[in-house]
């Protein structure tokens, strides 16, 4: 049984190989996928078609545990911020073993997960009437 560990957040989920439902999120057994499935939180500002970099991780253990990188997934990643040698659209890296991860300081949002923006005043807020 695989476990994939998100970080800063601390937070594992262990589940059975192939009997995840796919919920439309990136390829099926993708880490946005479980991610979504067990309710957590990781950007996919494109819905998980490998057209943005919302969903970069950076594995810190178990690269081999996830599937061979494609030539889309190398291209978009190309774009993405603090791009590093370890890391994956979690709408492209399917997950066949256990992963440690970590989604970047850069990518954290803040606001959605009830918190300040990460960008302090740059971004205004809706004001309620």
Not at 34 to 45: I, K, N, P, R
Not at 58 to 87: C, N, Q, W, Y
Request: charged share 20%.
């Amino acid at each position: 049984m695989p476990k994939v560990t998100f970080l800063p957040a601390n937070v594992t989920f262990e589940y059975e190989l192939g009997k995840l439902p796919y919920g439309g999120h990136g390829k099926p057994g993708s880490v946005l996928d479980v991610a979504e499935h067990f309710g957590f939180h990781l950007e996919h500002a494109c819905g998980g078609s490998c057209a943005c970099t919302t969903c970069h991780v950076v594995v810190k253990s178990g690269e081999d545990a996830l599937s061979p990188m494609e030539d889309d997934e190398a291209d978009r990643l190309d774009m993405a911020a603090d791009l590093t040698l370890h890391s994956r659209l979690g709408c492209q890296a399917v997950v066949l073993g256990d992963v440690v991860l970590e989604i970047p300081a850069w990518n954290r949002n803040y606001v959605s997960e009830g918190g300040g923006s990460i960008l302090g005043d740059a971004i205004p807020t809706a004001k309620k009437a």
